[in-house]
């Protein structure tokens, strides 16, 4: 598999398929980012990059520079993969290329939106490449009509990569340990919002805002797709009662760090109430 920068029509073209692919977008979306804004964009100062098997683009990452008064970041706006090669690592790959990218060109941040409802998002982000995110955006695209997001209020959390951090050189070399939930618990973690079982779907209990220890668990369902297509009022619940427990947690200083676990195959975005600096550093209450 090469990764590299793409520049030619020919194969900007085919990251407008693999949008299609990855997001479950028909021929007729206006969903997908075109061939000629991708063309203008690498010609000004963006970065597209693309996977390619056997002459085949199979995965992008691509983004822009951007010049704001607190300093040059990156924004990474779409990384992507189609359907039949998703899961084997390829989108890590896509994210280290464009960190390398963003380093050689003397940047140390990048940006990007995820929506933080759904689990292996919040797990690629927090836990694998070791974003963190501060803030909550409600509605942030208005209406998408994607196979992902049809249906879903479109809230997404503001990642922040600090490339050459402590914290992201631990998440990506793998050695940064977050207990389970449940050992969480044990050490006085606040659980706001828990997903639970019923009549065989997953519900949420919460949120609840009631304590504000060092370190809050806000659960997901295994899958928000699955329940949404199962019920489009249950999946609404769930964007309400994660939205206020984010909000308020934010609000109250608390920095979104880290993914884990539970006994029962859900996952928990962790909150801790811990200064950015140190946050950036690795630290956190249970090392």
């Not at 029509?9 to 693999?18: F, Y």
């Not at 189609?82 to 690592?89: F, I, L, Q, S």
């Not at 828990?194 to 809050?216: F, K, N, T």
Request: aromatic letters at 10%; one cysteine or more; a neutral charge.
């Amino acid at each position: 598999m090469e990764i590299r920068r793409l520049l030619e029509p020919s194969e900007l073209s085919q990251v407008v398929d693999v949008q299609r692919s990855a997001w479950g977008m028909d021929r007729s979306s206006c969903e997908a980012v075109p061939l000629h804004m991708l063309r203008a964009l690498v010609e000004n100062g963006g970065i597209v990059l693309g996977a390619i098997d056997s002459g085949r683009v199979v995965g992008f990452s691509f983004g822009w520079f951007v010049e704001a008064p607190e300093g040059t970041y990156f924004y990474s706006h779409m990384t992507g993969v189609v359907e039949g090669a998703k899961y084997r690592g390829l989108g890590t790959q896509l994210k280290l290329a464009q960190r390398r990218e963003a380093l050689a060109a003397g940047v140390r941040l990048i940006k990007w939106t995820f929506d933080p409802l759904q689990s292996l998002n919040a797990h690629f982000n927090l836990g694998k490449l070791g974003a963190i995110f501060r803030q909550y955006r409600v509605r942030y695209y208005g209406e998408i009509r994607d196979s992902i997001n049809a249906g879903l209020e479109t809230d997404r959390a503001i990642a922040e990569w600090h490339l050459d951090s402590r914290n992201v050189n631990l998440k990506v070399s793998g050695e940064a340990r977050v207990p389970k939930a449940e050992e969480l618990v044990s050490m006085g973690a606040h659980v706001a919002v828990r997903p639970r079982s019923q009549a065989g779907l997953e519900v949420p209990e919460g949120p609840d805002l009631s304590r504000s220890p060092d370190v809050v668990l806000v659960g997901l369902p295994r899958s928000i797709s699955k329940v949404r297509d199962a019920d489009p009022g249950l999946a609404s619940r769930w964007r309400g009662a994660t939205r206020e427990a984010y909000t308020y947690y934010l609000s109250q200083g608390y920095i979104a760090s880290d993914f884990t676990w539970g006994a029962e195959g859900h996952g928990y975005v962790v909150m801790v109430r811990e200064p950015l600096g140190e946050v950036l550093d690795g630290v956190r209450p249970w090392s």
